[in-house]
């Protein structure tokens, strides 16, 4: 279940090395996982306490991830 409009959120986590992250959804949200391939800008970086704008799909593991982020 992809969500309809984008979500906002804050990166809380971020492994470079790992390649895994955590954002916190805006207005005591939820967390999402991702991996740094959900990046929109084909970086593979983001910095802890980055505003986002990301979508919300569920994943191989069948929990949801954040998908299509996008730095603010």
Request: proline share 6%; net charge negative; no cysteine.
């Amino acid at each position: 279940m992809a969500t309809r409009a984008p979500r906002r959120g804050t990166v809380t986590e971020f492994d470079p090395e790992v390649g895994l992250g955590v954002i916190l959804a805006s207005g005591d949200g939820p967390e999402f996982p991702f991996h740094l391939a959900a990046i929109a800008d084909r970086t593979r970086e983001i910095e802890v306490g980055a505003a986002v704008v990301f979508d919300v799909a569920a994943g191989a593991d069948g929990r949801y991830e954040a998908t299509a982020i996008v730095k603010l």
